[in-house]
């Protein structure tokens, strides 16, 4: 036999695992760690969307969905998509449920790429975008959103990559890992690339109910854009759901049609009593989800200032619950900061490398801690940052 290795694709064979896990399994081995790396809630999901999970078992729903999910549930996402974002989409054929976030990116961009298509992915990114890209055949081109421009990337930056197999630019905002949100006009003028080169937009929206200063503006809401662009959402985040496993897909029929057919094929459906529990979150969820809100927005309003406060200069997010700090005053690089201040402080943070060249020189702090152990976090990174500057 050959040795097992040999049997796994080369495309598999050459991905690279996850930077962020690296830093997870070295902080489970220490005592006292304060974590600042997970990127998720620190919520529990509210007690009544549990209670529709649990009722949802006690009347025994235990089957399969329809493939898309359950028609009351994709009627809810489109109340809500036209309610929150004034965007429409038809519950029976422009909406999919899916297993998170994840799986309507992976459904995405399968859907539509072609060997050697090109997919625009703006760095610093969530880490799975290149990945997928290069998993559905696609090739992954890197375009670095700046720390002088607050991570907002340019047009300019994004016509300058477009070449003639540019299929798809994928797009975060707010964004993981800088927070940084972008305005209706600047969405404009990516829309209008977009419109010049006939090309398709994966907006990853999952964020969008974790805002703070200003009105959400989704990229299919931009005049002529709906017909262009592949809205992926969910519920992980804004309504503290990360483990139900729970997101959706809003797109033009033609391309709901492709992503069906592998969902059908691949996954079936969603699971059934965690698309109960989301009916019950768009129905009734909202006044929760402004209290989480609001939390964030004071613990984002005290992480940043006291960021500041130490010397590390960050950018005000505008959304998620990620602040994004320079470290280059350090002089050191974002894994020797990650890795040297978890070992000397006990503070858990991911070195921005880890989500593409433009994050190297920072790090991502996430806010979704209690006050008390950010306060605490704060003291030993302030500590930290005194004995090597
Ligand atoms: N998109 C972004 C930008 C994320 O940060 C995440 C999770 O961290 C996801 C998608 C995946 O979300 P889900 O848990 O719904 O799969």
């Given at each position: 036999?050959?040795?097992?290795?040999?049997y796994?694709?080369?495309?598999v064979g050459?991905?690279?695992?996850?930077?962020?896990?690296?830093?997870?399994?070295?902080?489970?081995?220490?005592?006292?760690?304060?974590?600042?790396?997970?990127?998720?809630?620190?919520?529990v999901?509210?007690?009544?969307?549990r209670?529709?999970?649990?009722?949802?078992?006690?009347?025994?729903?235990?089957?399969?969905t329809?493939?898309?999910?359950l028609?009351?549930?994709?009627?809810?996402?489109?109340?809500?998509m036209?309610?929150q974002?004034?965007?429409?989409y038809?519950p029976?054929s422009?909406i999919?449920?899916?297993?998170?976030?994840?799986?309507?990116?992976d459904?995405?961009?399968?859907?539509?790429?072609?060997p050697g298509?090109?997919?625009?992915?703006?760095?610093?990114?969530?880490?799975s975008?290149?990945?997928?890209?290069?998993?559905?055949?696609?090739v992954?081109?890197?375009?670095?959103?700046?720390?002088e421009?607050?991570?907002?990337?340019?047009?300019?930056?994004?016509?300058?990559?477009?070449?003639?197999?540019?299929?798809?630019?994928?797009?975060c905002?707010?964004?993981?890992?800088?927070?940084?949100?972008?305005?209706?006009?600047?969405l404009?003028?990516i829309?209008?690339?977009?419109?010049?080169?006939?090309?398709?937009v994966?907006?990853?929206?999952i964020?969008?109910?974790?805002?703070?200063?200003?009105?959400?503006?989704?990229?299919?809401?931009?005049?002529?854009?709906?017909?262009?662009?592949?809205?992926?959402?969910?519920?992980?985040?804004?309504?503290?759901?990360?483990g139900?496993?729970?997101?959706?897909?809003?797109?033009?029929?033609e391309?709901?049609?492709?992503?069906?057919?592998?969902?059908?094929?691949?996954?079936?459906?969603?699971p059934?009593?965690?698309?109960?529990?989301?009916?019950?979150a768009?129905?009734?969820?909202?006044?929760?989800v402004?209290?989480?809100?609001?939390?964030?927005?004071r613990?984002?309003?005290?992480?940043?200032?006291?960021?500041?406060?130490?010397?590390?200069?960050?950018?005000?997010?505008?959304?998620?619950?990620?602040?994004?700090?320079?470290?280059?005053?350090?002089?050191?690089?974002?894994?020797?900061?990650?890795?040297?201040?978890?070992?000397?402080?006990?503070?858990?943070?991911?070195?921005?490398?880890?989500?593409?060249?433009?994050?190297?020189?920072?790090?991502?702090?996430?806010?979704?801690s209690?006050?008390?152990?950010?306060?605490?976090?704060?003291?030993?990174?302030?500590?930290?940052?005194?004995?090597?500057?």
């Amino acid at each position: 036999m050959k040795q097992k290795t040999a049997y796994v694709s080369k495309t598999v064979g050459q991905l690279k695992p996850s930077g962020i896990r690296r830093f997870f399994d070295l902080a489970a081995g220490m005592e006292g760690v304060i974590s600042l790396g997970v990127g998720e809630p620190d919520f529990v999901t509210s007690w009544s969307v549990r209670e529709a999970a649990i009722l949802s078992l006690e009347q025994g729903y235990t089957s399969y969905t329809a493939n898309a999910g359950l028609l009351e549930l994709r009627e809810e996402i489109s109340y809500y998509m036209e309610k929150q974002f004034e965007v429409r989409y038809a519950p029976d054929s422009e909406i999919i449920v899916t297993v998170g976030a994840s799986q309507a990116l992976d459904i995405a961009l399968r859907a539509v790429l072609d060997p050697g298509d090109e997919a625009i992915v703006i760095e610093p990114c969530f880490v799975s975008y290149a990945p997928l890209v290069t998993m559905a055949g696609g090739v992954p081109v890197h375009v670095q959103s700046l720390k002088e421009n607050d991570f907002k990337i340019q047009p300019s930056q994004l016509e300058e990559a477009v070449t003639e197999r540019t299929k798809i630019i994928m797009l975060c905002s707010p964004n993981n890992p800088t927070g940084t949100l972008l305005s209706k006009s600047e969405l404009e003028g990516i829309a209008a690339i977009a419109e010049k080169y006939d090309l398709l937009v994966l907006s990853d929206e999952i964020y969008a109910e974790l805002v703070y200063d200003e009105k959400y503006a989704s990229m299919a809401a931009i005049s002529h854009m709906q017909e262009r662009t592949i809205v992926v959402s969910g519920f992980s985040k804004g309504f503290a759901m990360t483990g139900w496993r729970l997101g959706f897909v809003c797109a033009p029929e033609e391309i709901c049609a492709a992503m069906l057919k592998i969902h059908q094929y691949a996954m079936m459906c969603a699971p059934t009593m965690a698309q109960h529990a989301a009916i019950e979150a768009l129905k009734n969820g909202s006044g929760d989800v402004e209290e989480m809100r609001k939390s964030y927005r004071r613990r984002r309003n005290y992480f940043v200032h006291s960021l500041t406060e130490i010397g590390l200069e960050c950018h005000v997010p505008g959304g998620a619950f990620y602040a994004f700090p320079s470290i280059e005053k350090t002089g050191l690089s974002s894994e020797q900061f990650a890795e040297q201040l978890l070992i000397m402080e006990k503070v858990a943070v991911v070195p921005g490398n880890v989500f593409g060249d433009s994050g190297e020189g920072h790090v991502r702090c996430s806010y979704a801690s209690s006050m008390e152990q950010l306060q605490e976090a704060l003291k030993r990174i302030n500590r930290f940052v005194d004995s090597i500057c």
